[in-house]
């Protein structure tokens, strides 16, 4: 494996910096970053340490930056991630050109150009937020048509109505959007914003068939020295949830899970378009079936068997 893996383009109408490392994997993990106002970038330590991780397993990896102020009701930041999944499911990442334009007709500029050798677009997305960047994931899931999964750690469920600036209930209707898509929430049993009381109010919105809530011992918001123990639970709950891996995550790389999620949900929901206000009675009735008490909710020390 190369030393130092990603490349860095520019990409979409905000001109949104990320780093992609391609290794030509089935599964592409998009990670989302902390609030930038507070000093939340692409190289967080938690999404930093995800990245390397999935990349030690040769399995692609995007990591960005959202653009401008992040003061607002986090629509613009959705579309920002929405545009990276399809970024990299169009296949725009792969034209050898210096610069280009994507599908969308949006600009690329790759400054970091490499020959990679691999040649395929991935078939599925898997989400990953931290922090604020958790919120902005888990919406964003509802207009990501091959996602195959949601991953929110740390999300400050005690903040969410300031940091989406009274938007949260156009958010969390697209966060429960998809009823049938696999979705884990991990947080720290001593996180700095959130409660493990409130942490658990909430995640009991979404579905029990589909979620699965951690609680990490001896943990806070940041996770600092403890970032294997996220990407373990991550790891973990992907095996359990996909047994298509069979017991091995480096399968992400040559296994199609958005193929198996259809076969295997059939009912999950078609993504709804950017445009959309959240306002549709019929989808209002999707997301009121979809709420029920998340069973699997575990309280996990140092040891990954404690999620079993």
């Known amino acids: 494996m190369q030393s130092s893996p990603e490349e860095r383009y520019v990409i979409g109408a905000r001109s949104t910096d990320v780093l992609l490392a391609d290794y030509g994997s089935e599964v592409a993990v998009v990670i989302t970053h902390p609030w930038g106002p507070l000093g939340g970038d692409m190289h967080n ?81 898997l989400l990953v937020g931290y922090s604020y960047g958790a919120f902005i994931a888990a919406s964003a899931s509802a207009h990501i048509a091959k996602c195959i999964g949601a991953v929110s750690i740390a999300p400050p469920f005690k903040f969410q109505k300031l940091l989406l600036m009274f938007n949260e209930r156009h958010h969390n209707m697209l966060a429960h959007y998809k009823n049938s898509l696999p979705r884990l929430l991990i947080q720290g049993s001593s996180d700095n914003y959130t409660s493990v009381k409130d942490f658990e109010c909430n995640v009991q919105s979404y579905s029990a068939s589909t979620t699965m809530a951690v609680v990490l011992e001896n943990c806070d918001h940041f996770f600092r020295g403890t970032e294997d123990e996220v990407f373990e639970t991550i790891s973990d709950w992907l095996l359990l949830r996909f047994p298509s891996l069979e017991g091995q995550i480096e399968n992400l790389s040559k296994i199609d899970l958005y193929s198996v999620l259809q076969l295997n949900c059939p009912s999950i929901i078609p993504s709804v378009t950017l445009e959309d206000d959240g306002n549709d009675t019929t989808k209002r009735g999707h997301l009121d079936n979809a709420f029920g008490h998340v069973e699997h909710l575990f309280h996990c020390g140092s040891s990954k068997n404690d999620i079993q």
């Open 45 to 125: 330590n938690v999404v930093s340490a995800l990245a390397l991780r999935f990349q030690k397993m040769e399995i692609t990896t995007l990591r960005l930056n959202f653009s401008g102020s992040q003061i607002g009701g986090g629509k613009k930041e959705v579309e920002e991630v929405v545009h990276a999944a399809n970024f990299l499911l169009d296949g725009s990442h792969l034209d050898h050109e210096m610069n280009n334009f994507s599908n969308d007709g949006s600009l690329i500029y790759s400054s970091e150009r490499k020959t990679s050798g691999h040649s395929r677009a991935p078939s599925g997305i």
